[in-house]
């Protein structure tokens, strides 16, 4: 399917860039993208695929506004841009999936506004806090060049991170393709090295989200050295509207290491 592009003014300062993909009689999809400082378009594919999707840019990303004072650069504002996004579209109700801290976004957006969404996929992400030692045990994450800062920065870390976040060898010229295109800024990057940045995880998220029985898929690649897979099915343990689904040969760009797998257990947790 073809995405539909608009910018969508959401606040007197703000406009997001939105993807979309032909509506459908379903209930909608949104997608939050991860970064923060990246853009959506590297989880185009294989979402292009299912109708309803809609794919914004957040606030400082991609070809939403920029520029802004970095007080601007705070979850709750996410949150109330992506809710004011519904009203705009005249969204009632809406599934979300948040993929990697768009996973944690996502957490943040259901707590905020339960009865806006119907169901969750957490992708890459995890409700569960990793602990510190989770990967004592492995060599660390390849790191960019020194004394990059801000766009150049987010882009060298990307392309750095290529031979640990996507698994298979043989994907990995998309993704360094679908890093190539996407417009990376560092609008994030300035409140994050400061320090103002608040953290975007929700305290206590794994109870409150169980009260709300609000039904939740964890899709998960197995060798992700970001958030481990063992996250999920803990979460999924202690949850019973959740639901592990852990992706062998995939690291955290689990929707590029498998594709078809990927999104066929969205699929199948989404109808």
């Given at each position: 399917?073809?995405?539909?592009?608009?910018?969508?003014?959401?606040?007197?300062?703000?406009?997001?860039?939105?993807?979309?993909?032909?509506?459908?009689?379903?209930?909608p999809?949104?997608?939050?993208?991860?970064?923060?400082?990246?853009?959506?378009?590297?989880?185009?594919?294989?979402?292009h695929?299912?109708?309803?999707?809609?794919?914004?840019?957040?606030?400082?990303?991609?070809?939403?506004?920029?520029?802004?004072?970095?007080?601007?650069?705070?979850?709750?504002?996410?949150?109330?841009?992506?809710?004011?996004?519904?009203?705009?579209?005249?969204?009632?109700?809406?599934?979300?999936?948040?993929?990697?801290?768009?996973?944690?976004?996502?957490?943040r957006?259901?707590?905020?506004?339960?009865?806006?969404?119907?169901?969750?996929?957490?992708?890459?992400?995890?409700?569960?806090?990793?602990?510190?030692d989770?990967?004592?045990s492995?060599?660390?994450?390849?790191?960019?060049?020194?004394?990059?800062?801000g766009?150049?920065?987010?882009?060298?870390?990307?392309?750095?991170?290529?031979?640990?976040?996507?698994?298979?060898?043989?994907?990995?010229?998309?993704?360094?393709?679908?890093?190539?295109?996407?417009?990376?800024?560092?609008d994030?990057?300035?409140?994050?090295?400061?320090?103002?940045?608040?953290?975007?995880?929700?305290?206590?998220a794994?109870?409150?989200?169980?009260?709300?029985g609000?039904?939740?898929?964890?899709?998960?690649?197995?060798?992700?050295t970001?958030?481990?897979?063992a996250?999920?099915?803990?979460?999924?343990?202690?949850?019973?509207?959740a639901?592990?689904?852990?992706?062998?040969?995939?690291?955290?760009?689990?929707?590029?290491?498998?594709?078809?797998?990927?999104?066929?257990?969205?699929?199948?947790?989404?109808?």
């Amino acid at each position: 399917m073809t995405f539909r592009e608009s910018l969508v003014p959401v606040a007197p300062d703000v406009t997001l860039f939105v993807a979309r993909t032909p509506e459908s009689a379903g209930t909608p999809l949104l997608v939050i993208h991860g970064g923060p400082d990246w853009d959506h378009t590297y989880l185009r594919d294989p979402l292009h695929r299912l109708p309803g999707v809609v794919l914004p840019d957040l606030r400082g990303c991609g070809r939403s506004t920029r520029g802004l004072p970095s007080s601007s650069y705070t979850w709750d504002a996410v949150v109330s841009d992506l809710l004011a996004l519904f009203d705009v579209l005249g969204i009632p109700e809406a599934d979300v999936l948040g993929f990697s801290t768009g996973g944690l976004i996502a957490q943040r957006l259901v707590l905020a506004a339960p009865q806006r969404f119907r169901r969750m996929v957490v992708a890459s992400s995890s409700i569960i806090p990793v602990p510190p030692d989770a990967f004592a045990s492995r060599p660390p994450r390849p790191s960019p060049p020194p004394g990059l800062v801000g766009t150049e920065a987010n882009r060298a870390s990307a392309i750095a991170a290529a031979s640990v976040d996507v698994w298979r060898p043989d994907a990995r010229p998309d993704y360094l393709d679908r890093v190539a295109a996407i417009r990376f800024s560092g609008d994030w990057w300035l409140p994050w090295t400061a320090g103002t940045l608040p953290p975007v995880r929700v305290p206590d998220a794994a109870r409150r989200l169980a009260d709300l029985g609000l039904p939740i898929l964890l899709l998960h690649g197995r060798q992700d050295t970001i958030f481990p897979a063992a996250l999920a099915n803990q979460a999924a343990a202690h949850n019973p509207a959740a639901r592990a689904v852990i992706l062998d040969d995939a690291a955290h760009m689990t929707h590029i290491d498998q594709p078809a797998a990927w999104l066929a257990a969205l699929t199948d947790f989404l109808t």
